[in-house]
């Protein structure tokens, strides 16, 4: 867990009890402070919470004992608004008392226009209580209608890690897999609606279905495109995996989305896009990247330039760029570590300028060019 995750785990782990007091106010007060957590939080936080709460090295840590809960205090939740009393809900599903959770589970049940109770409902279908686990997939069966596609897609993460649950049955995983991919009109524009989620975990869920169903097929280009303008690293690299893998994507798709690979931040991405780059023969493409800021894409493209016979003059290139007013920031610093590769002493002049530069981006890739100048010179 990172440090926002496992902060949020502690908060929650500390505010748990007032959830469950007699007094209405101070419960209340408790539970929107646990919504905002839960709702402002990715997914993977459930199944975090779910074992943390099970956890007695943190709790011993945190100095708090297990939190001992009746099913006569989660019923005391109704008289919370609907959305705190969703986040209450959550909490009491997640704690040790068998009793306790299938009780938060029937609670969770009517609040069918909540993500928030369907995501807490399918981490329930992993319990080792099966009454529990049954009572949490009725309610879920009852949630799989195309009007609530919506509200259930953005669960997909958790649906996801049923594949790894030890108890949730892979047949349940499967009714659930079908439903989001049902050719309903609405289900199948939830799924496609999925790729401007804010939680990268939804990003990534939703386009692997999308890509598995489309999987050889043009429509798979604006997937793929939605996932690599996702901000999880983790979402773009799939896409780049999956663009370049000839069993999912054809030619003309890896073609098709190879300049968003160019122009990721992930340079790991942006060599991808070179090599896409060179089988298609597109030298300026190649010329751009072998003065790209990283030293690997730089590399990779100077080698397809060389292959093709197109090698340039480096240096004349970077020293001319850094001659013209209004340089962007990314061609700066590409001139510059083009310098710090085939520079020279003589070259320091018209580098040193660039270690003020009020982009420290830049001010830091001169002083570095600025070093290996030096080394040269001594």
Same mark, same amino acid.
């Not at 009517?110 to 209580?129: E, F, K, M």
């Not at 289900?187 to 939703?206: P, Q, S």
């Not at 799939?238 to 890896?254: E, F, H, I, M």
């Given at each position: 867990?990172?440090?926002?995750?496992?902060?949020?785990?502690?908060?929650?782990?500390?505010?748990?009890?007032?959830?469950?007091?007699?007094?209405?106010?101070?419960?209340?007060?408790?539970?929107?402070?646990?919504?905002?957590?839960?709702?402002?939080?990715?997914?993977?936080?459930?199944?975090?919470?779910?074992?943390? !709460?099970?956890?007695?090295?943190?709790?011993?840590?945190?100095?708090?004992?297990?939190?001992?809960?009746?099913?006569?205090?989660?019923?005391?939740?109704?008289? !919370?608004?609907?959305?705190?009393?969703?986040?209450?809900?959550?909490?009491?599903? !997640?704690?040790?008392?068998?009793?306790?959770?299938?009780?938060?589970?029937?609670?969770?049940?009517?609040?069918?226009?909540?993500?928030?109770?369907?995501?807490?409902?399918?981490?329930?279908?992993?319990?080792?209580?099966?009454?529990?686990?049954?009572?949490?997939?009725?309610?879920? %069966?009852?949630?799989?209608?195309?009007?609530?596609?919506?509200?259930?897609?953005?669960?997909?993460?958790?649906?996801?890690?049923?594949?790894?649950?030890?108890?949730?049955?892979?047949?349940?995983?499967?009714?659930?897999?079908?439903?989001?991919?049902?050719?309903?009109?609405?289900?199948?524009? #939830? !799924?496609?609606? *999925?790729?401007?989620?804010?939680?990268?975990?939804?990003?990534?869920?939703?386009?692997?279905?999308?890509?598995?169903?489309?999987?050889?097929?043009?429509?798979?280009?604006?997937?793929?495109?939605? #996932?690599?303008?996702?901000?999880?690293?983790?979402?773009?690299?799939?896409?780049?995996?999956?663009?370049?893998?000839?069993?999912?994507?054809?030619?003309?798709?890896?073609? *098709?989305?190879?300049?968003?690979?160019?122009?990721?931040?992930?340079?790991?991405?942006?060599?991808?896009?070179?090599?896409?780059?060179?089988?298609?023969?597109?030298?300026?493409?190649?010329?751009? *990247?072998?003065?790209? $800021?990283?030293?690997?894409?730089?590399?990779?493209?100077?080698?397809?330039?060389?292959?093709?016979?197109?090698?340039?003059?480096?240096?004349?290139?970077?020293?001319?760029?850094?001659?013209?007013? $209004?340089?962007?920031?990314?061609?700066?610093?590409?001139?510059?570590?083009?310098?710090?590769?085939?520079?020279?002493? %003589?070259?320091?002049?018209?580098?040193?300028?660039?270690?003020?530069?009020?982009?420290?981006?830049?001010?830091?890739?001169?002083?570095?060019?600025?070093?290996?100048?030096?080394?040269?010179?001594?």
């Amino acid at each position: 867990m990172g440090g926002a995750a496992s902060d949020a785990v502690a908060t929650v782990i500390e505010r748990a009890p007032e959830l469950f007091l007699r007094e209405a106010a101070p419960a209340q007060r408790a539970a929107v402070a646990v919504e905002r957590i839960l709702r402002a939080s990715r997914l993977a936080l459930i199944p975090a919470l779910d074992r943390a !709460l099970r956890d007695g090295g943190l709790h011993r840590r945190l100095g708090r004992s297990f939190l001992e809960v009746t099913p006569s205090q989660v019923a005391r939740l109704d008289r !919370l608004p609907e959305g705190p009393r969703c986040a209450a809900l959550g909490i009491a599903s !997640l704690l040790r008392s068998g009793h306790v959770r299938e009780a938060a589970v029937d609670g969770l049940a009517p609040l069918r226009g909540d993500p928030l109770a369907a995501a807490l409902l399918i981490n329930r279908l992993n319990d080792y209580v099966g009454v529990v686990a049954d009572r949490a997939w009725a309610a879920l %069966e009852d949630r799989l209608h195309a009007s609530l596609a919506g509200v259930m897609v953005q669960a997909l993460p958790l649906v996801e890690r049923m594949g790894a649950w030890v108890r949730a049955g892979e047949l349940r995983r499967g009714r659930l897999r079908a439903f989001f991919l049902m050719e309903e009109r609405r289900c199948r524009d #939830a !799924l496609w609606g *999925a790729l401007r989620a804010a939680d990268g975990d939804v990003v990534g869920a939703a386009a692997r279905l999308l890509a598995e169903r489309h999987a050889g097929a043009p429509e798979l280009v604006p997937v793929l495109a939605a #996932a690599l303008e996702c901000r999880d690293p983790r979402v773009r690299r799939w896409a780049a995996r999956c663009a370049a893998d000839r069993r999912v994507a054809s030619p003309a798709v890896l073609e *098709a989305i190879a300049p968003h690979l160019a122009a990721d931040r992930l340079p790991a991405l942006r060599v991808i896009g070179v090599g896409v780059a060179a089988h298609r023969g597109d030298l300026e493409a190649l010329r751009r *990247a072998a003065f790209d $800021g990283n030293a690997e894409v730089r590399h990779h493209a100077r080698v397809h330039l060389a292959a093709a016979g197109a090698a340039l003059d480096y240096r004349s290139v970077a020293l001319e760029a850094l001659g013209r007013l $209004g340089l962007r920031r990314d061609a700066a610093i590409g001139a510059l570590a083009t310098l710090s590769d085939f520079g020279r002493a %003589e070259d320091r002049p018209r580098v040193a300028p660039f270690a003020g530069d009020p982009r420290p981006r830049v001010a830091r890739e001169a002083a570095r060019t600025l070093a290996m100048l030096d080394a040269i010179g001594g």
